[in-house]
Each structure stands twice: as structure tokens, then as C-alpha cells.
């Protein structure tokens, strides 16, 4: 098994993870090393990208490549990132193989003594191919916000309205929005893989979640078929800049949004994609940012 690792520096870091995501679905393990972010792949001789092909995409963010055997146990290594997380003391995110909350010992990282188990809501996230443990500050970011509005809406938890997800993922966000209350809710992805978590996340956590396979960059978000039950729907956005500049450049068809948690974003393109919502007329009501990534909720004036 070979470690394929790239170096590039924290500026280009969200392209770059945008790109290696293309070129392997599977999975890129990230760790901040100070002055450089380093993207690593995991996989045999001839299954990993070739040096070309990624030169290709991100040559000019390219500080350095490093390329090392490791023992082969890929399958265990990988489960290492993928570690749960308590979102606001209210939402437990975790993969199949770790204890519910109730269950992990108390003084574990993820855990917070003063926290009753049985009002902690449990998020089961396989994410396997698609991008969305969780753990991912962008994750993080809205699922804290989505959290947060959960617990200001005057709307009784079973009927907060309709969601839509635009790249959903392995689904997390989805299913936290229809654990919370909202619903329906509804996921699109441009990748197939991605759209099959997002419906078995969403059978797994047993709740109701539908998705379909739809290309922002392309359709632009006026081109998706509306979710559209007379209500205006909350947006969730965790995509990356030019995406998320995409959609607001198109607008929405049915009825607009009254909200839209929007992340995927570094903390100095905050302002430009809040600029970019509030022509929708969508403005900014808060800002988060954790590490180098920001989020953001946008509210209708
Ligand atoms: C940063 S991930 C977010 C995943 C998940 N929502 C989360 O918060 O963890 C961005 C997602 O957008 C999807 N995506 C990227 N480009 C897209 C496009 N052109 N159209 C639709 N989805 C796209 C990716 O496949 C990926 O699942």
C-alpha cells in the first residue's frame, strides 16, 4: 500500500481538496502542518492518480509530494479520521463502528459530562465514498448553525418546512435537518456515490430523505426540479466558492428560500459569497469560521 501525500499551502487548500476529491472519491486524509496542508491518498501501485494527471490540476499549489509505503491495512487506517463528533451538546455524530453517546466513557474527547445522553440526538454517518463524516470544519460549521436554528424556530419540531441540501454528500447534513424536525428534505449531488449515502444515511438513521443526482455547476440551481410544497425552504450549502457563487448568480425557482447555511469556504471569501446572496436578497445574519473555514446564515430581509 502506498501513502501518496501532496503539500500545498493553506491559501489554496480548499481547490485543492476540491480537485483531489475528483480524482479520488474514495478519500483524501488532511493534515495542517503549519505552512503547508498536506492531502493524502491511499491505495495499491496503478489505483492511486498518476503525478501527471494531478500536476495537471493543482501544479502551481504544489509544494511539495511525498510518496511512502505503508503497512496494508487501509481499511482500519482510514476509520482513524473518521471520528465522531457532539455538535452543541444536542447532536452526535458517529460512524457505525463506534458506541452510541450513551455508551462512549465519560472524559472521552467527544464526549461532555454535563450532557443528559438520552437528549442527545444520534447521527449515524457511513459516508463511503461520498465526502461528509462529519468531522470536517465545513460539516461542523453547519451543523452547529442547523443546530442553533433548530433551537430558535417558533414552528413545532414536525413541521419546520422543507430543506434542500445542495451537495449533500454522504447525506450528513440531510439527516441532521430531518432528525431536527424539517422536512421533507431533499439532497442532490453530482455524484452518484453520493446520492446512494445521502438515501442510506437517511434509511439507516430512519428517517424520511430523498436525492437525485443533479450538476450545479452546469443546471446552475434554477434548473433543479423546485422542492416545492408552497413553503419557503431552507438551503443547506456546504460547497465550494465558485459554486456557491454559481448559485447565487442563478437564483432559485418555486418559492425562495428563507434561509440559506452556507460554508465550504475560507474565512477571507466570506464576504464575497455574503455580497454575492444578498442580491438574492438573502442577507447575512451570522458568521462562524473555525481554522481557516468560515460559514455562513443568510436569512430573507
Ligand atoms: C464539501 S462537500 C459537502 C458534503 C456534505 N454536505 C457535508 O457537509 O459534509 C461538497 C459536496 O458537493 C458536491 N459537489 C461538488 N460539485 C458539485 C456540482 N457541480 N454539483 C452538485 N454537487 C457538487 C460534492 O460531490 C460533495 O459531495
Known amino acids: 500500500m502506498i501513502r501518496l501525500a501532496f503539500r500545498v499551502r493553506p491559501a489554496d487548500a480548499e481547490t485543492v481538496l476540491a480537485e483531489l476529491t475528483e480524482l479520488a472519491p474514495t478519500g483524501v486524509e488532511e ?7 498536506e492531502y493524502a491518498v491511499y491505495g495499491a501501485e496503478g489505483e492511486l492518480p498518476s503525478l501527471p494527471a494531478v500536476r495537471a490540476l493543482i501544479g502551481d499549489a504544489l509544494v511539495d509530494v511525498v510518496s511512502e509505503e505503508v503497512a496494508d491495512d487501509w481499511a482500519d487506517r482510514w476509520r482513524q479520521f473518521h471520528e465522531p463528533i457532539l455538535i452543541k451538546d444536542r447532536l452526535y455524530v458517529r460512524p457505525p463502528w463506534c458506541p452510541p453517546y450513551a455508551e462512549t466513557p465519560a472524559g472521552d474527547i467527544a464526549t461532555n ?9 444520534e447521527l ?4 463511503g465514498q461520498a465526502f461528509g ?6 460539516t461542523r460549521l453547519c451543523l452547529e448553525l442547523l443546530v442553533e436554528l433548530a433551537d430558535e424556530a417558533e414552528a413545532p419540531a414536525d413541521s419546520r418546512g422543507p430543506v434542500l441540501d ?7 447534513l440531510a439527516v441532521a ?26 434509511r439507516v438513521n430512519g428517517v424520511a430523505v430523498t436525492a437525485d443526482r443533479f450538476d450545479l455547476l452546469r443546471q446552475g440551481a434554477s434548473g433543479m426540479g423546485a422542492l416545492d410544497d408552497g413553503r419557503p425552504p431552507l438551503v443547506l450549502a456546504n460547497l465550494l466558492r465558485p459554486l456557491l457563487l454559481r448559485v447565487a448568480a442563478d437564483g432559485f425557482t418555486g418559492t425562495p428560500p428563507h434561509a440559506l447555511i452556507g460554508s465550504g469556504l475560507l474565512v477571507h471569501e466570506l464576504d464575497g459569497v455574503a455580497a454575492a446572496f444578498a442580491r438574492l ?15 455562513l446564515l443568510l436569512r430573507r430581509a
Open 31 to 37: 493534515r495542517d502542518l503549519g505552512e503547508t496542508i
Open 113 to 121: 459530562d454535563d450532557v443528559v445522553a438520552s437528549d442527545v440526538l
Open 124 to 127: 449515524v454517518v457511513d459516508p
Open 133 to 138: 463524516t462529519g468531522a470536517h470544519a465545513t
Open 166 to 172: 445542495l451537495g449533500s454528500g454522504s447525506g450528513v
Open 177 to 202: 435537518a430531518a432528525q431536527l424536525g424539517w422536512g421533507p428534505v431533499h439532497g442532490v449531488d453530482h455524484e452518484e456515490a453520493s446520492v446512494a449515502a445521502t438515501i442510506e444515511n437517511a
Open 281 to 295: 436578497g438573502l442577507v447575512e445574519a451570522d458568521r462562524r469560521t473555525l481554522g481557516d473555514w468560515g460559514g
